[in-house]
């Protein structure tokens, strides 16, 4: 399986996936500022890889502290969850795993824990963050994995597989576990504009299983729907309103329209701490501006004339009516899913 990323002595290990699919390097962090860093620039991405990555950002933080009192350990906590929270705003996954983490220390301080102690309570829940992620994602496979006819054609848009997490993926977990199962799945992969994230990652995960992927320009996806060939698409989230609007990567919300057109299924595939109940729908969801650079430019050449004005959102809202099933490592969701989303976190409780 894909190291997307480690807990280690040294410090936490990560694919760069800037890198990819040319050079398959594997960087130390050693610091907390680092993985923040590493959060930020890309190094790594998509919503529960960001939340495994704040985890253990977090416990190395707490590891290179020099505080002596368990009053200067928390100041020093608090400002190393307010630095990765500050990391990125869409993806709900990393503000998930910091309320995990401040929930063990404040926990820990409340019995008086040692700071050694302490410091031992968050590497381990940042590890168990790390392992249930892995597992998650191998029960979202199985129940989505029902939902792939056999000999069938899929599309996907950005990357929602290893790499987009500690491990197997949502979207292409789902893909692998109908593979496992002994179905025969082919898959377009949109190369997913300005990132390339399809193309350079989800192409690269899907060649190294040996699964069949084309890749298509981010405008063909609708000539390839409407074309016959497609059976369903299946995509990721970095966050899900109670409604069921999809917060994902920009260009979604086109592929999800163009879908529902045609009359072909569309999938979100994502695991409970990606749902966020607080927010009613998607008009709520803060939506991430990146910099003009990724569009203006192409590993570092200009591609666009100079003083251009650039708009860069990095991900849309999918409204959830264009949502065949939302499946999650509790089960599927379908229509209303304020009521079938709310069913499954009662029933995992």
Known sequence: MIRTIEWTDEGVVMIDQRRL??????????????????????????????GVAAAMGIALGMQNSRAT???EFARDFHNVCERLSAT??????????????????????????AIDAIRKQLVDEALAIHREDIEA????????????????????????????????????????AAVEAG???RVYADETRPFLQGARLTAWELAKDNIP?????????????????VDCVIVGADRIAANGDVANKIGTYMVAVAAHENNIPFYVAAPLSTVD???????????????????????????????????NPAFDVTPHRYISAIITDAGVAREPYDTSLNALFENRN
């Open 137 to 176: 994602n191998r029960r979202m496979g199985r129940f989505g994995a029902e939902l792939i006819p056999d000999n069938a054609t899929v599309l996907t848009h950005c990357n929602a597989g290893a790499l987009a997490t500690a491990g197997f993926g949502t979207a292409l977990g789902v893909i692998r």
């Open 277 to 311: 109940l607080s927010l009613n729908s998607g008009d709520l969801i803060p939506i991430e501006s990146r910099a003009d650079e990724e569009v203006t430019h192409f590993r570092g050449e200009p591609i666009t004339p100079e003083g251009v004005k650039v708009a």
């Open 21 to 50: 699919p040319a050079h398959e390097l594997y960087p130390v962090f050693k610091t907390h500022e680092e993985v923040a860093k590493a959060i930020e620039e890309m190094v790594i991405r998509g919503a529960p890889a960001i």
């Open 183 to 185: 179905k025969r799945v």
């Open 69 to 71: 009192s368990l009053d």
């Open 213 to 229: 992927v084309t890749v298509i320009t981010d405008s063909m996806a609708g000539h390839i729907l409407k074309s016959g060939e």
């Open 88 to 113: 990125r705003p869409t993806a709900v996954n990393l503000f998930w795993a910091v309320e995990r983490m401040r929930w063990v220390f404040n926990h820990a301080r409340r019995e008086a824990s």
